[in-house]
């Protein structure tokens, strides 16, 4: 029997990203908020031994322990869902922070065409330029209206960046400048601009200079100690939610954060919520949280989870296309990229940043005439530097084998002499790619696992073979003694893809029919839950996720203080 | 500190030596041959040393770390030859076995990922898809041994002679075919790819991982390649033309003294 406890305003689950914006709004506005984290809690000072790539990236020391929870996958519906056992593509976060604590910081907003995008693809190219099957629609927002959103999450964070003037237009510009520029930047900055197209350095929440947040909170420089990709920051220079909103949050003394708490449940009749069941980790004690209001802020997978588990919102069919939990999962494509090797000349790749980089904007949303081909949006086409840890930076020649006397030699010959021009693509949602609850496994504390269903769409595929042209056209103009492209985009393979960029699943949108959730992230079935994180992305954009999952983070918190005063739905 | 003092009472004297005596390994003060430092495959000279307590010999302090936590000395040596072959010494550098990449296999083994702590480990098990990641129920450090012990069955086989006995080019084709995978079983339904896998990603580990872990002896893997260690900042390097070379540091380096 669960104990239960005296009754608050609002409890969040999960206290990442999504959840620290939550939590920092709500009691800086004096609310009462119960912060429910299963992980442990961090602080800055756990990382003075972190630059430890064995323990933190191949590790996975900061991420989710798999032993107790993990999601099932598989490519079509017609296979058997596996679970995903050890490591390999997503990397999700555990403990205050999330993976807000060992993500690279790259902090994008998304296009205009983003979120009117079946409207203006419809316009430009009419009717049937969406083929059958892709499920792509309207967030039910305009870029115009998420703008502010954007602004206040850029200034929390502190992002470092530079206007891009293909990009919606921008009221303020980035609250620092951007990053500095290495050699393999500034070649690929010389042959982007020669071929006529407009680099600029990619948008950063690893501070390029000192900075002090609308909240008070102060930050040092990034010092590009090239442990920030899988790692947490010991100067506190990547924006990290244990270094903004969390303090920020408990400094009103509002903040009741439970961490340890794995909520497995929500409480509900179908129509609204009475607050949420956890499990305390150390000791197995279980408790009943009621709230007014009940935020899921656990990742997309979680959030999907709760929902399907705890029988809230109307799960996603298949085969009929009806319902929306569940619905519209989308991932991103990476293959495509052109490596460069070079004979005589070292570069020192070794220093790095998680958000370091230069990109060009031609390629991406609507930016260039999709007539001729069969693919829509598209891709962030880049150079980055991250830092060439030594573990997983062993790039060779194709042809060298993958041990012995000539990979060795290889390796080493290349270990600061070779790098990759790279996308980012969009991935579009198709009917048959989606989230359900897993009819076999099940969780450390008895509750069934998520189930992908997935795989590349044809879409995605076609935009990889058309961008892995601009990659080798971009190499060949830097030039290099040897180049070297992925062509392809081969099967969705859960242990060797790498990106933690999973969106969708509780999307948001101007009609209850399409969407689970409206566009302040409140269920339109229950609207005293919120659903805040990527779940809510109609698709998946070319750039990454946080910068826009914060912006709508703002716009939820804004929602619930709204909520709290009127008891309805706010659309 | 109850226990603390009883246990010091039954080994009065902590060194190896007089543990070795007490243990009857040692006649009159020497390590009887083959027993330890022999299979170990140190140099037999230094097994006079190793007897005296090397620890605080004029000789320096010898690495504690040196030392088997999970291997049998067999196991041991059979992981340094198969891993040399992965990661050979050449003119650049030294290879697997001088890294003590060896060493640090063993520590891995012993530590909670050689019983696979952080695996979502619950059954069903079905034989996966190439695209649905392993599906073992069996763990790292049991799947390590009959490895170990498929190498030398297989070589025995192939050669009449254990693993550590081949040639180079033999333990090569040794290696080849595990790698393929299509010999044999390791056993029923473990293929030996698994483990030819798993033994490759150790040795690049045990070559690059901070030396606290074992391997990467005296941050050689690191020098090899240029590569400074876990230095605190590069905001200078990183925006120099010229390839800038820094001696490496290793987490020790962050510990304050
Ligand atoms: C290596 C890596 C690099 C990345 N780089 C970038 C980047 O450069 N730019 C970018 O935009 N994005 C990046 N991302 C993605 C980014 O990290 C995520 O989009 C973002 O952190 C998600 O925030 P969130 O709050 O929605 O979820 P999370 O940060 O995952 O937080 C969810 C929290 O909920 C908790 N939780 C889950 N289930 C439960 C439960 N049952 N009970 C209690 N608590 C629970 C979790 O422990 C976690 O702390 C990266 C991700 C990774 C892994
Ligand atoms: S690269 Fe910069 S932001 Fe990233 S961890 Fe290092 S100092 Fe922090």
């Known amino acids: ?571 | 500190m109850a226990d603390k003092d009883k246990h010091q009472k039954q080994v009065p004297d902590g060194s190896r030596r007089n543990f070795l005596k007490n243990s009857g390994l040692t006649v009159g003060g020497l390590v009887v041959g083959g027993t330890i430092a022999g299979l170990l495959g140190a140099n037999p000279e230094n097994n006079n040393q190793g007897v005296k307590n090397s620890e605080t010999t004029s000789q320096g302090y010898k690495n504690p770390n040196e030392a088997l936590m999970f291997f049998t000395p067999a196991q041991y040596q059979t992981t340094q030859a198969a891993t040399e072959r992965i990661f050979p010494k050449d003119e650049i550098g030294p290879g697997a076995k001088e890294l003590n990449v060896a060493i640090y296999i063993d520590h891995q083994l012993a530590s909670p990922w050689g019983i696979n702590a952080k695996n979502y480990m619950l059954g069903p098990f079905y034989e996966p898809a190439p695209t649905q990641g392993p599906q073992l129920r069996i763990l790292r450090k049991d799947m390590f041994r009959l490895g170990l012990q498929g190498l030398d069955d297989y070589s025995q086989k192939k050669y009449q002679k254990v693993f550590t006995e081949l040639e180079a080019e033999e333990q090569d084709e040794v290696l080849v075919d595990f790698e393929e995978g299509e010999a044999f079983q390791l056993t029923a339904g473990l293929s030996t790819s698994v483990f030819f896998t798993i033994l490759k990603t150790l040795t690049i580990e045990g070559v690059y991982a901070d030396p606290m872990y074992g391997g990467n002896k005296e941050m050689q893997g690191w020098k090899m390649r240029n590569y400074p260690g876990t230095r605190m900042s590069y905001a200078q390097e990183i925006v120099e033309e010229k390839f800038v070379k820094l001696n490496p540091e290793s987490l020790r380096s962050h510990m304050g003294q």
């Open chain 1, 1 to 571: 029997m669960s104990k239960k406890l005296p009754k608050v305003p609002v409890v969040i689950v999960g206290m990442g990203w999504a959840g620290g914006i939550i939590a920092s709004e709500l009691t800086k506005a004096g609310i009462e908020v119960v912060g429910l984290e299963r992980g442990k809690e961090r602080q800055v000072k756990d990382f003075l031994m972190v630059h430890d790539e064995l323990r933190y990236q191949h590790r996975e020391d900061l991420m989710q322990d798999l032993s107790k929870e993990t999601i099932t996958s598989r490519n079509n519906g017609k296979m058997k869902a596996l679970p995903m056992r050890e490591y390999g593509t997503f990397i999700v976060g555990d403990g205050t922070g999330g993976a807000g604590t060992h993500w690279n910081g790259q902090t994008y907003r998304f296009l205009p065409y983003d979120f009117e995008i079946k409207t203006m693809t419809e316009k430009r190219y009419g009717p049937n330029k969406i083929k059958p099957g892709y499920t792509i629609q309207d967030w039910g927002i305009t870029y115009d209206e998420m703008e502010p959103y954007y602004d206040k999450f850029e200034k929390m964070a502190g992002i470092s960046g530079e206007t891009v003037e293909l990009y919606g237009p921008r009221k303020n510009p980035y609250p620092t400048g951007p990053m500095v520029k290495t050699p393999i930047m500034e070649d690929f900055e010389k042959a982007t601009k020669n071929l006529g197209y407009t680099p600029y350095v990619m948008p950063s929440g690893n501070l390029s200079e000192p900075y002090t947040n609308p909240d008070g909170i102060s930050r040092a420089a990034c010092q590009y100690c090239a442990y920030c990709e899988n790692f947490g920051c010991e100067y506190g220079a990547k924006a990290d939610p244990i270094v903004t909103v969390i303090p920020v949050a408990k400094q009103t003394g509002k903040l009741d954060l439970r961490t340890h708490s794995n909520v497995t449940k929500i409480i509900n009749d179908g129509k609204k919520a009475s607050g949420v069941i956890y499990v305390n980790t150390i000791t197995g004690e279980e408790f009943e949280q009621p709230a007014d209001v009940v935020v899921i802020a656990s990742y997309v997978f979680n959030n999907v989870r709760f929902l399907l588990n705890s029988g809230l919102g109307k799960p996603y069919d298949p085969t009929t296309g009806t319902g929306s939990v569940g619905k519209n999962y989308c991932y991103q494509v990476t293959a495509g990229s052109s490596i460069l090797f070079f004979n005589d000349k070292q570069f020192n790749l070794y220093g790095g940043a998680g958000a370091l980089g230069i990109e060009i904007p031609e390629f991406t949303g609507d930016n260039f005439d999709h007539t001729d081909v069969n693919f829509i949006h598209g891709a962030g086409i880049r150079v980055t530097q991250y830092g060439n840890r030594p573990i997983a930076n062993n790039t060779v020649p194709k042809g060298t084998p993958s041990w012995g006397a000539e990979f060795k030699k290889q390796s080493i010959k290349y270990a600061n002499s070779s790098f990759p021009v790279k996308i980012q693509g969009a991935s579009m949602p198709h009917e048959q790619n989606y989230l359900d609850i897993d009819p076999t496994y099940k969780d450390a504390y008895g509750v069934p696992l998520l189930r992908m269903t997935f795989d590349y769409t044809d879409q995605d595929k076609e935009l990889v073979s058309y961008m892995v042209k601009v990659t080798r056209k971009i190499a060949e103009e830097i030039g290099a003694d040897h180049i070297e492209s992925i062509e392809t985009q081969g099967e969705f393979n859960v242990n060797k893809d790498s990106n933690t960029h999973n969106t969708g699943g509780v999307i948001m949108g101007a009609d209850p029919e399409t969407s689970a959730v409206n566009t302040y992230l409140q269920m339109w079935d229950a609207p005293n839950v919120f659903v805040v994180g990527s779940s809510a992305f109609p698709h998946n954009s070319c750039f990454n996720p946080t910068g826009t999952l914060g912006a709508l983070s703002y716009r939820a918190a804004e929602g619930i203080q709204t909520y709290l005063k009127t008891g309805e739905p706010l659309v």
